[in-house]
């Protein structure tokens, strides 16, 4: 008789193991994409994998570290005696826990009574202790394994929590405020070489850290500063017209901008000289528009998004300014008939490439907003560099034996194996500069 109901049981349990280790892998990846969120977690790669259902998500690394535990797991144990024991610990912890949670969920969501949380609580809460106890029994058994690991992952979640914040921290601290800008004068202290200077950063409001430390031992910068921020939002596209969000840094003569550049989860990236293109006419058409905060450019660093102006790419503000480059022709499908447009040329008789703006007639542009325009085509003939700034965090002189080994051997590990920032667009090495900066936490 065990021997015919051998092969059904087979196949059933491994139906059953299919089912339960697709449970195991999605609710792994949401929990990694949620700590990822709250900075809890090392940055690993996120793929959407639809367009519609937002949960959807596959992380690869995440998915080999669970194939390299399983094999480990049972190649170690050889034994489903203790295969058992660990996932049964590993099952009753999840319940009790849950229990607790859930305690939690009726007085906060459903605001019922703590009476009534508290019977729920002692009800459940008793039963799976004593099963949660019975396990520990079996600690030595194979039971170690799931605290043994649980252990590890927590570890690891500590000490990436725990130096993020220390760095967000000082980005905050020793931000560049808007005086110490002013402070330098029109031509900001330094000698400003042609082109366009893109600093890429993390913060979306106030100047970063990282440029003091540039001037400071720099003191060259380019004619035209942009300050990038590339976000990723959940949503699955963000519409072209609202992709770019310009804004202004100090006075007109400064020449220094902000770019918050929103995409969604499932937008394709252009490659480089289309982002170029792109950012560019944004900014010439913020510059035409006009719009600027109400402080006249010297926006408060900590409010974010106050003085931003929501601009569409040039392909989708089929009514904006358009740029033409080499041989002349519009970045876009169809080209306005030379009644609705008009043409400004750079001034600059030698250019390394020919740059044109075409705008639709304004009989409101002034004469300091056509001056800028110009300004921004020169930069933009001489060229755009990439600045990329890297933060290396130290534990400061003093501190106690744990933080230095949380900060200058746990978090550095972490974020040298880790993926580094994400950003919408591909680099070219030859035009990229990197930084280096120690902070001190």
Request: charged letters at 20%; one cysteine or more.
């Amino acid at each position: 008789m065990s021997a015919k109901l051998r092969w059904p049981v087979l196949v059933i349990a491994i139906l059953a193991a299919v089912v339960g280790s697709q449970a195991i892998i999605t609710a792994t990846f949401s929990i990694i994409k949620q700590c990822n969120a709250l900075a809890c977690f090392p940055r690993v790669k996120i793929i959407h994998t639809s367009s519609k259902v937002h949960g959807q998500i596959y992380i690869p690394e995440i998915n080999w570290i669970l194939m390299v535990l399983c094999l480990a797991v049972t190649i170690g144990f050889r034994d489903t005696r203790r295969l058992g024991n660990a996932s049964g610990l590993a099952v009753i912890t999840v319940m009790l826990v849950t229990t607790c949670l859930m305690s939690l969920v009726i007085v906060l969501c459903w605001h019922q009574s703590v009476f009534l949380a508290i019977c729920f609580i002692f009800f459940f809460g008793t039963i799976e202790a004593l099963f949660f106890a019975a396990s520990l029994v079996k600690f030595l058994e194979g039971a170690w394994v799931p605290i043994a690991i649980a252990f590890v992952f927590l570890v690891i979640m500590y000490v990436w929590h725990y130096g993020t914040l220390k760095k967000y921290e000082f980005d905050l601290q020793n931000k560049v405020s808007i005086n110490w800008l002013l402070g330098l004068g029109p031509s900001l202290g330094i000698v400003r070489v042609k082109g366009i200077g893109l600093v890429h950063t993390e913060l979306v409001s106030g100047i970063p850290a990282i440029f003091s430390h540039f001037v400071t031992n720099l003191p060259a910068f380019h004619q035209v500063l942009v300050f990038l921020c590339i976000k990723s939002v959940p949503v699955p596209f963000v519409r072209p017209e609202e992709r770019f969000l310009v804004g202004r840094i100090g006075p007109k003569e400064y020449r220094i901008y902000r770019c918050i550049v929103r995409y969604g989860y499932r937008d394709i990236h252009k490659d480089d000289l289309e982002f170029e293109k792109d950012l560019v006419c944004s900014i010439a058409e913020f510059i035409r528009s006009g719009r600027q905060d109400l402080l006249g450019g010297l926006e408060e660093p900590d409010k974010q998004g106050e003085g931003m102006t929501v601009v569409g790419t040039s392909s989708a503000n089929s009514e904006g300014i358009q740029i033409c480059e080499d041989n002349g022709e519009p970045n876009r499908a169809s080209t306005p008939s030379p009644r609705e447009m008009r043409e400004i040329q750079s001034p600059v008789t030698v250019p390394r490439k020919r740059v044109r703006f075409l705008l639709p007639e304004s009989p409101h542009m002034d004469v300091n907003a056509r001056e800028e325009l110009n300004e921004l085509m020169e930069a933009r003939e001489a060229g755009m560099a990439f600045i990329l700034g890297h933060s290396h965090v130290r534990a400061k002189r003093g501190s106690g034996l744990m933080k230095k080994l949380v900060i200058n051997v746990g978090y550095d590990f972490l974020r040298r194996n880790s993926r580094g920032p994400t950003y919408a667009l591909n680099i070219p090495h030859a035009s990229t500069l990197e930084v280096g900066m120690i902070c001190y936490v």
